[in-house]
């Protein structure tokens, strides 16, 4: 009987740990593409939510540049969120010590400490 009770909670045990992780296998998150057609017909500062890879997202738009390469960026760069507070139209910005081609646009920026 004891055999069966502890054999119980076990096998219950295991069975919810499977539901109960996050999506950890995310080494990239930034989508340039993605975050701009969230932001897409909305203005400056307006609240937005989705979901992408298996994650709930919320967070604002934004004025941010973004790279015409697809691959150059990982997102996180400062520079991003800097580089079209002065020229809403720059066409490069430095980031990283690099010139990069690119354009400022509403983008998705998830919440940080200013």
């Keep these: 009987m004891d055999k069966k ?26 989508n340039p593409d993605l975050y701009q057609k969230v932001c897409k017909g909305k203005t400056a ?3 937005v939510t989705f979901a992408h ?11 941010q540049f973004f790279s015409n390469a697809k691959n150059t960026l990982m ?3 400062a520079e991003i969120y800097t580089a079209c507070q002065g020229a809403s139209g720059a066409n490069t910005a430095t980031i990283n010590g690099q010139e990069v081609q690119g354009k400022c646009a509403l983008g998705f920026t998830p919440p940080r400490p200013k």
């Design 5 to 30: 009770l502890i054999f119980s909670i076990m096998l219950g045990a295991l069975s919810v740990t499977g539901m109960a992780t996050a999506n950890d296998k995310v080494e990239k998150v930034y």
């Design 45 to 47: 500062g307006a609240a």
């Design 53 to 63: 890879r298996g994650i709930i997202w919320n967070g604002t738009c934004e004025p």
């Design 75 to 77: 997102g996180d760069e």
